[in-house]
């Protein structure tokens, strides 16, 4: 299934989900991993967003691979460039 068809059952199927998966992408998109403080506490308002449990497949594959990503900024050593 393409991204696009992904979207789509996720709209038909769970639509109240989509305004939380907008609020996080939002914050996702800020992320910079520049400075501890702001990372860690950017990713755990995404986890925070994401909660719910999500209703359908897609939802719960678009749920996990937010908070990879999101994840991914906080580096494994805890060393950042500015703090």
């Known amino acids: 299934m393409t991204p696009q068809e992904k979207s789509k059952?996720?709209?038909a199927e769970a639509p109240n989900e989509i305004p939380q998966f907008i609020k996080a992408a939002k914050v996702l998109g800020e992320m910079s991993g520049?400075?501890?403080s702001v990372t860690v506490d950017q990713f755990y308002t995404i986890r925070e967003i994401l909660s719910f449990n999500p209703e359908?497949?897609?939802g719960k594959e678009l749920k996990g691979s937010m908070l990879e990503k999101a994840e991914a900024?906080?580096?494994e050593d805890g060393l950042f460039f500015l703090d």
């Open 56 to 58: 359908t497949p897609e």
């Open 9 to 11: 059952k996720l709209h």
């Open 34 to 36: 520049l400075s501890a």
């Open 73 to 75: 900024y906080i580096p």
